[in-house]
T-cell receptor, first 113, second 115 residues
Framework: QKEVEQDPGPLSVPEGAIVSLNCTYS??????FMWYRQYSRKGPELLMY????GNKEDGRFTAQVDKSSKYISLFIRDSQPSDSATYLC?????????????FGTGTRLKVLA | DARVTQTPRHKVTEMGQEVTMRCQPI?????VFWYRQTMMQGLELLAY????????DSGMPKDRFSAEMPDATLATLKIQPSEPRDSAVYFC?????????????FGPGTRLTVL
């Protein structure tokens, strides 16, 4: 079993829909949680990050962390065709000397115009 | 506009050949990562360096892969000999790690095909 699990999709939604993307994890030491967006044939780019549990909102994007369930989510409101990409979650324990992030395999999202 | 650069962008080679991929991290970043991305496995961490010192290369097949940082502006990943199962996109990323969360900036990747 991988430390971080993510449904690969693909997920197809109509323009304007609310999108929910999720990851589960097994390491209770994780405390930094990030979402990266990767367009086709490009490198991933940081979209949002959260620390510990709770919600964080940035425009149409909301990141949610539930540490008790070891579950994180990314919500996209009013989805646009330009949101079509692969979304990767990443997480880290962030303890001294541990700098690496563990990435999910990514969920491919397609927003249809 | 600071960015991570990688060369070559595409590489097609035959099984058994040596492959060298190069990365120039963002100036001032102290940590460099090498990842491999495939459809099946997603983004796998191969190795990473802090202040040019290797911290963890447990993700690399040691018998054929090697990673180095000869100076602060260059990181290299070598595969010798290459095998068809090494076909993937290899990403370099850099970041400024100073305690707490940090952003990893990814390069455009090297798409490797081993025939």
């Amino acid at each position: 079993q991988k430390e971080v699990e993510q449904d690969p999709g693909p997920l197809s939604v109509p323009e304007g829909a609310i999108v929910s993307l999720n990851c589960t994890y097994s390491n209770s030491a994780f405390q930094y949680f990030m979402w990266y967006r990767q367009y086709s044939r490009k490198g991933p780019e940081l979209l949002m990050y959260t620390y510990s549990s709770g919600n964080k909102e940035d425009g149409r994007f909301t990141a949610q962390v539930d540490k008790s369930s070891k579950y994180i989510s990314l919500f996209i409101r009013d989805s646009q065709p330009s949101d079509s990409a692969t979304y990767l979650c990443a997480m880290s324990a962030g303890t001294s000397g541990t700098y690496k992030y563990i990435f999910g395999t990514g969920t491919r999202l397609k927003v249809l115009a | 506009d600071a960015r991570v650069t990688q060369t070559p962008r595409h590489k097609v080679t035959e099984m058994g050949q040596e492959v060298t991929m190069r990365c120039q991290p963002i100036l001032g970043h102290n940590t460099v990562f090498w990842y491999r991305q495939t459809m099946m496995q997603g983004l796998e961490l191969l190795a990473y360096f802090r202040n040019r010192a290797p911290l963890d290369d447990s993700g690399m097949p040691k018998d054929r892969f090697s990673a180095e940082m000869p100076d602060a502006t260059l990181a290299t990943l070598k595969i010798q000999p290459s095998e068809p199962r090494d076909s993937a996109v290899y990403f370099c990323a850099s970041g400024l790690v100073a305690g707490g969360p940090y952003e990893q900036f990814f390069g455009p990747g090297t798409r490797l095909t081993v025939l």
